[in-house]
C-alpha cells in the first residue's frame, strides 16, 4: 500500500523534472524579447528583466553591464565582462565575462563557467519570419505642434506626421501607412487593440511614445509590421522614446535608442539596442498551431 506522504511525492516530483525540462529548453518565437537575424547588440547597461535575446543564424554580442534575465541563443554569443544572463543556448560563447584567456564550459576544480547549452537549429520556423506585405493609402495624417485630434479610424493612410508635443489617436483595427513620423514628446497611441503596416520608416523623436494606451491596451494587442527598405534602419527611435508593442521588421534594421523604455518584442534583420534602454517581453506575435 502506497503512502499518503508518497502519493504527494511523485506528482511533486514529476513537477520538478518538467520544471528542470523546460528550464534547458529553447524559447519559442512569443518568448524572444529581441529576435534578429544576422546581429543583434546590446549597448552598456541595457536591461532584458523579461523575455529571451536571440539571433537565428548570426551572432548575439552584450556589452558591459547588460542584463538579460531570460535565455540568450544564436550560433555566435560575446559577451563582456561584467555581464550578467540566463542560460547560453549557442554554438560559440567567448568574451570577458569569462575572465582573461577562459571561455565558458565545464571545470575539472571550481565553479562551473557558465557555457553554451545545446543550439537547436533553426532558432526559429522561418515561415513564421515570413515579411508582410503592406498597401499604404494616399492621404496624410498631420497633426499640428501641440494639438490633438479626434481619434482616428482604421484604413489606409499616407505619411503620419505628429508635431512636437502632439497626440495622435487611433481607435483601433487595422491600419496601413506609408510612414510615422513623431517629433519630440509627440504621441501616438492605439486606444484598443491594432495592427499597423508601414511601408517605409518609423522614426521616433526623443521622448516621443508609440503604441498601446496605457491602462487601456495591453502592449500584446498592438502590432507594427515594417516593410521599409533594406538601406536604412526601418525603425529607429531617439533617447528616451517609449514604445508599447511588437515591433516584426524581418529582414530590415532596427535601432532603438539610449535610455528607452520598450515593451513588446523587436524582430529585425539587424536589432541595436543603445545603452541603458530596457526591454521587456510582451510579444504580439501568436503561437504557432500545433
Aim: glycine share 14%; hydrophobic share 45%; with cysteine.
Amino acid at each position: 500500500m502506497v503512502s499518503t506522504a508518497a502519493r504527494w511525492r511523485v506528482p511533486a516530483l514529476l513537477l520538478a523534472l518538467a520544471s528542470v525540462a523546460g528550464a534547458q529548453s529553447q524559447p519559442a518565437l512569443r518568448g524572444f524579447a529581441i529576435l534578429g537575424f544576422d546581429e543583434v547588440r546590446l549597448g552598456p547597461n541595457v536591461r532584458v528583466p523579461r523575455g529571451a535575446v536571440g539571433a537565428t543564424t548570426g551572432n548575439v554580442r552584450l556589452a558591459g553591464a547588460a542584463r538579460v534575465q531570460g535565455a540568450v541563443v544564436a550560433p555566435s554569443i560575446r559577451v563582456a565582462h561584467g555581464v550578467r544572463v540566463g542560460r547560453l543556448f549557442c554554438g560559440t560563447v567567448s568574451g570577458g565575462m569569462f575572465g582573461r584567456g577562459v571561455v565558458g564550459g565545464p571545470t575539472v576544480g571550481g565553479s562551473t563557467v557558465p557555457g553554451c547549452l545545446q543550439l537547436t537549429m533553426p532558432v526559429v520556423d522561418p515561415v513564421l519570419l515570413a515579411p508582410v506585405p503592406v498597401a499604404p493609402g494616399s492621404g496624410n495624417l498631420t497633426v499640428p505642434a501641440r494639438t490633438a485630434t479626434i481619434p482616428v479610424a482604421s484604413g489606409a493612410y499616407g505619411a503620419v506626421v505628429v508635431g512636437r508635443g502632439a497626440l495622435l489617436e487611433l481607435t483601433g483595427g487595422a491600419y496601413q501607412v506609408r510612414s510615422i513620423r513623431l517629433a519630440g514628446a509627440a504621441r501616438l497611441v492605439c486606444l484598443d487593440e491594432c495592427r499597423i503596416g508601414v511601408a517605409e520608416t518609423v522614426t521616433l523623436a526623443a521622448r516621443a511614445q508609440l503604441g498601446a494606451a496605457k491602462g487601456m491596451v495591453d502592449a500584446s494587442e498592438v502590432r507594427l509590421d515594417v516593410a521599409g527598405s533594406p538601406v536604412a534602419p526601418v525603425f529607429r527611435t531617439r533617447p528616451n522614446a517609449i514604445v508599447a508593442g511588437t515591433v516584426f521588421a524581418p529582414g530590415r534594421d532596427i535601432v532603438l535608442g539610449p535610455g528607452g523604455q520598450y515593451r513588446g518584442a523587436f524582430i529585425g534583420r539587424s536589432v541595436l539596442v543603445r545603452a541603458r534602454a530596457r526591454v521587456t517581453a510582451d510579444s504580439a506575435l501568436s503561437q504557432p498551431p500545433r
